[in-house]
Nanobody, 122 residues
């Protein structure tokens, strides 16, 4: 019912920046919140940031607070993740997800994108 497509990942040197995008389509009227998660090889998927479509309320994981910024463009049905001061610990596949409520847990979200790879070299 909802399709999410991430883009913007790639290879970047430590200290650099990347901007990820997540375009939503389909039945998005019931989607209240959009979130970013990431998963490194051999590790569990972890929460990164979340934003509400209407009010723009945000919440960040401690590991990215002050470095990453989540934003949205309602007219384009797109959510962004601006990542600055990247380090090798940020290397992971980044996923966007949407759900009907402002939530922090991965299992609370109904739809997921396929992910975009972010690799940070030292």
């Amino acid at each position: 019912q909802v399709q999410l497509v991430e883009s913007g990942g790639g290879l970047v040197q430590a200290g650099g920046s990347l901007r990820l995008s997540c375009a939503a389509s389909g039945r998005t009227f019931s989607s209240y919140a959009m979130a970013w998660f990431r998963q490194a090889p051999g590790k569990e998927r972890e929460f990164v940031a979340v934003i509400s479509w209407r009010g723009g309320s945000t919440f960040y994981a401690d590991s990215v607070k002050g470095r990453f910024t989540i934003s949205r463009d309602n007219a384009k049905n797109t959510v962004y993740l601006q990542m600055n001061s990247l380090n090798p610990e940020d290397t992971a596949v980044y996923y966007c997800a949407t759900g009907p409520k402002f939530m922090l847990g991965a299992r609370e979200y109904d739809y997921w994108g396929q992910g975009t790879q972010v690799t940070v070299s030292s």
